[in-house]
Structures are given as structure tokens and as C-alpha cells.
């Protein structure tokens, strides 16, 4: 190991119990600021990289649900719920990601839709070019979508 590496570098969960013990005491001025920011700053990132991924697998799943009725399975119908329930925590631990997710709906929609076509060997334009799940039908618990309650 490189001796001028930081223990951030060396060991992070170590440099992580330190800031935190570090926190805990009140002891700022010994705290590794530069990496903390970063920490914290990924924290964030991370939040929404999983909500972004948890609507994808959701809306891609509600897609072959939708059109694909003949090969429906328990295993589809607990990925949906699965994913919802992802989603819903994410909304109730940090009410202020419930805009983002309005924000990215549209652009994981599309995303879902490409994934859905080379999934199922459907065409591409089999599935709308916009989404057919409201934002509120996507995340209802008790919502599952058919050819007359769908929004487009």
C-alpha cells in the first residue's frame, strides 16, 4: 500500500466508523471533509440511480403484463408488487425524490418500452410510444393494468 494513500483509501469501512465516531464527538476539525461531501453527495446519486431502475423493471413488467396477458405469471405479479413497494419506501424516506421521479417517469418509460420489445420479441411498436400507466396507476398497489383501464 502506498503509505500516503488516506485511510479512505486504504479502508473504507474503517474511515467510515472514524467519521462517524468523529461526528458523534463533536471532533469537526479532525473530519476528512473532502471525502464526506463526495460520500454524501453520491448518497443522492445513488437514491436515484435505484429509483430510476426500480420504475424501469416496474413499467417493463407492467408492459408484458399488459400485452402479453397469455404468458402472465405469480413471478410477474411479484416483481410488479416488488417494485412498487421499492419505489413507495424510497417516496416515504425521502418524500423530496417523489418530483424526480415524476421528472425521469417519461424517459424510463421509453427505456422500459425497448426492454420490454427485446424481452418479450415483441415489436417495438407493439408497446406505445408513451406510457399507458399514469405516474399514480404505476405505483398503485392494488392497480393492474387491462385493454380498458389503461391511460392512453
Request: net charge negative; charged share 30%; with cysteine.
Amino acid at each position: 500500500m502506498n503509505p500516503t494513500q488516506s485511510l479512505y483509501e486504504k479502508d473504507y469501512h474503517l474511515w467510515l466508523h472514524q467519521t462517524a465516531q468523529q461526528l458523534r464527538e463533536g471532533n469537526f476539525h479532525e473530519l476528512d471533509l473532502l471525502n464526506l461531501i463526495e460520500e454524501i453527495e453520491d448518497m443522492g446519486k445513488t437514491q436515484k440511480k435505484a429509483l430510476r431502475s426500480n420504475l424501469r423493471v416496474l413499467l417493463r413488467h407492467l408492459l408484458k403484463y399488459l400485452y402479453q396477458p397469455e404468458k402472465r405469471t405469480n413471478s410477474w405479479l411479484l416483481t410488479i408488487r416488488e417494485h412498487r413497494k421499492r419505489l413507495l419506501e424510497e417516496f416515504e424516506d425521502s418524500p423530496s425524490l417523489k418530483p424526480y421521479y415524476e421528472q425521469v417517469y417519461e424517459k424510463c418509460y421509453a427505456d422500459a418500452r425497448e426492454e420490454a420489445s427485446d424481452e418479450t420479441g415483441l415489436t417495438i411498436d407493439t408497446f406505445p410510444s408513451e406510457s399507458p400507466f399514469t405516474t399514480e396507476q404505476a405505483i398503485d398497489l392494488n392497480y393492474l393494468p387491462n385493454q380498458k383501464n389503461i391511460a392512453v
